[in-house]
């Protein structure tokens, strides 16, 4: 190391800033111990990296790009907030990397809330000790009395009970005994002057250090703590009605932030479902298990006018045939042996004004859907067992993973309800359709499933996101997140998914590389495709009908490819 680069590492390691410094290849040649200690990574892990695999979505790149200054921005790594500066690094007019010197605003922005909260606990703790009506006294380490009320006082009737000792002054005091126990005393009975009241004790501590003691009434007549005791009762019996009364109004949880990826395939469903929210018309959503579709549909309903309304959900398949009916429309007090006093809603009722998410409407059986066709041409419900005809406002959205069109030709779903249902359609495809969102996707699952238990993972390899993205994934977004969980459980003084954290069932299958430096674009995606196609009909033993549904082609243009790269003679 020559003297220079000596200078500029003392700098860096004796500056209050964290500093991350990257080359015109985004490769980072400085990373010092503040930023090592603010963004929870190691510099020999880091040094020589691409920035954006050690610092996801990181800006410092774009400075490269267009050799501006960005002063003053503001960016968010593992909840905490920071305060950037990112600065690029000319020589002799070329550009040559770029800095960004940040500092943690979190501990900064707290501090400025403890400060304020601190000047309000100050504010209430002068009125509360000046106020007539609160009895309050504090002692000193030696039991003297250096405050006390204005109440207490005329109370005990001693105008100047400071300097004195608390034994000399409060009858039946033990706030002498709080300094040598160091224990806090809540909810005491005291006898002063004939009064029997309820005190509280709590000792005053530096350092682990008992300094002093504050002693206060909280009930000034005992009559008034059974008169408060019995008011909170009714009031936490009332809180409970209400209580129980909004968790029958379900919310929807997800919004569109929360759907992952940005893909040219996502990004048309995402375009697709947004403008169906803008309408009131039912939507059918449909898409392989695991996919998202109660994500999508969350998403519409939070996105629709209806969003402030209840968002109820219903699985088709996970309620037996005999209770659906009962669990769709609700049912009158005896309509059935074991039927509650009083009848129950049903979901359509609870869902008034709102949407409801009718989940595997696949599954649903027949005589039921007779009963849902009735109920979206008429708008309006009958309890089970009852009489009365309730007019309802539902927007419906169903999802389903099974081909309803085929469904429909086999007698097995109502042709009329499918059109009902299928106003406004959104097909989500499969993972395996959208590979260029499973970087991200991996990345959003990995800080989910880390928060949820407890783990710090500082990131993901990029051999591992490679084996990813080479993956069929045929449990969709589902299988990812099992995937992912079972590589964190696996991390042990390593914080970094690598590839043998993965599946055997992932890692077998090779990564293709595809060099050539003089072949055209044109000839390397056509070696791929072939590679994909021979690959796939491998894999479904020559079965044309199922290779072009996995493929996401026609079954004509499978047959065109299968000629255009000579695969005709093995695959006919």
């Not at 109502?414 to 359609?425: F, G, I, Q, S």
Request: glycine share 6%.
């Amino acid at each position: 190391m020559n003297f220079v680069e000596e200078i500029f590492k003392a700098i860096s390691e004796n500056i209050n800033e964290a500093l991350v410094g990257i080359d015109n290849n985004e490769k980072i040649f400085v990373l010092n111990s503040q930023a090592e200690k603010l963004l929870g990574i190691k510099f020999k892990y880091s040094i020589g990296k691409d920035i954006k695999d050690i610092i996801f979505k990181s800006e410092l790149p774009r400075v490269i790009k267009t050799k501006k200054k960005e002063l003053n921005e503001r960016f968010s790594v593992n909840g905490r907030e920071f305060n950037v500066n990112r600065i690029p690094l000319m020589i002799n007019g070329e550009i040559k990397g770029a800095f960004a010197i940040f500092q943690d605003m979190t501990l900064h922005n707290l501090m400025q809330e403890r400060l304020c909260e601190d000047k309000v606990y100050i504010d209430i703790l002068d009125t509360i000790i000046n106020t007539a009506n609160e009895w309050a006294v504090v002692i000193d380490e030696n039991g003297k009395i250096i405050m006390m009320s204005k109440g207490y006082k005329e109370f005990i009737e001693n105008p100047n009970p400071e300097g004195k000792h608390v034994t000399e002054v409060i009858e039946n005091t033990r706030l002498h005994i709080v300094l040598k126990t160091a224990k806090m005393e809540v909810g005491e009975i005291q006898e002063i002057r004939g009064n029997k009241m309820v005190a509280m004790r709590i000792p005053i501590k530096k350092n682990n250090k008992v300094v002093g003691a504050v002693g206060k009434v909280m009930f000034k007549d005992i009559g008034d703590f059974f008169s408060l005791s019995k008011k909170l009762n009714n009031l936490q019996k009332e809180i409970e009605y209400y209580k129980s009364e909004l968790i029958k109004e379900e919310k929807a949880k997800y919004s569109f932030n929360d759907i992952v990826g940005n893909s040219p395939e996502t990004n048309k469903v995402k375009n697709m479902a947004t403008r169906v929210a803008n309408t009131d018309s039912n939507v059918l959503v449909l898409g392989e298990s695991g996919t998202g579709k109660e994500l999508y549909a969350s998403a519409i309903h939070n996105a629709s006018k209806r969003c402030l309304a209840p968002f109820i959900k219903l699985n088709c398949a996970a309620i037996p045939a005999e209770l659906l009916e009962s669990e769709l429309f609700g049912y009158e007090e005896g309509a059935f042996t074991g039927a509650k006093k009083g009848g129950k809603k049903g979901k359509f009722e609870l869902a008034n004004g709102g949407t409801i998410l009718l989940d595997e409407i696949g599954d649903m059986p027949m005589n039921m859907q007779v009963k849902l066709l009735r109920v979206i041409q008429e708008r309006e419900v009958v309890k089970v067992g009852g009489h009365k005809v309730k007019k309802i406002n539902v927007r419906i959205i169903a999802s389903t993973n099974k081909n309803l069109e085929e469904r429909v030709k086999n007698s097995e779903f109502r042709e009329d309800l499918y059109y009902r249902l299928n106003v406004m359609k959104i097909t989500i495809p499969p993972l395996r359709e959208r590979k260029d969102d499973i970087p991200a996707l991996a990345n959003a699952l990995r800080i989910k499933v880390a928060n949820r238990l407890g783990i710090y993972v500082e990131g993901i390899s990029k051999e591992a996101v490679q084996f990813l993205v080479n993956y069929d994934w045929s449990g969709n977004v589902r299988e990812l997140e099992n995937v992912i969980e079972r590589a964190i459980n696996l991390l042990d003084t390593d914080l970094t998914i690598k590839v043998e954290h993965l599946p055997e069932r992932i890692t077998k299958n090779k990564i293709k590389h595809y060099k050539g430096k003089n072949k055209y674009l044109k000839d390397v995606i056509d070696e791929v495709e072939k590679e994909v196609i021979q690959e796939c009909l491998r894999k479904t033993k020559g079965n044309k009908n199922k290779t072009s549904r996995i493929l996401g082609i026609s079954r004509a243009g499978l047959y065109k490819k299968i000629e255009k790269y000579n695969l005709d003679a093995q695959y006919k």
